[in-house]
């Protein structure tokens, strides 16, 4: 669906950064919505939706657990 999210768990991404969620969060929100920069009147929501797929991004990858790697994804 959205071929330029890449893989963000460990050891695919060895150093995650917030800004790699929340460009992988942004790039979703763009692809479900439609909208690459979205009109104001619709700012806010899109925003927000961000914002949440970031926080679900971020609670996957804590809760991940890679086998081999001796612990948790992140």
């Known amino acids: 669906m959205c071929r330029s999210i890449k893989t963000l768990r460990p050891p695919m991404t060895p150093e995650l950064h917030a800004e790699d969620i929340e460009a992988a969060a942004l790039q979703y929100v763009r692809k479900v919505s439609g909208f690459r920069a979205p009109a104001a ?3 806010e929501v899109f925003d927000q939706a961000v914002q949440a797929v970031a926080e679900a991004t971020r609670k996957l990858l804590d809760g991940l657990e890679v086998r ?7």
């Open 68 to 74: 081999g790697s001796g612990g948790r994804a992140s």
């Open 41 to 43: 009147h619709n700012r």
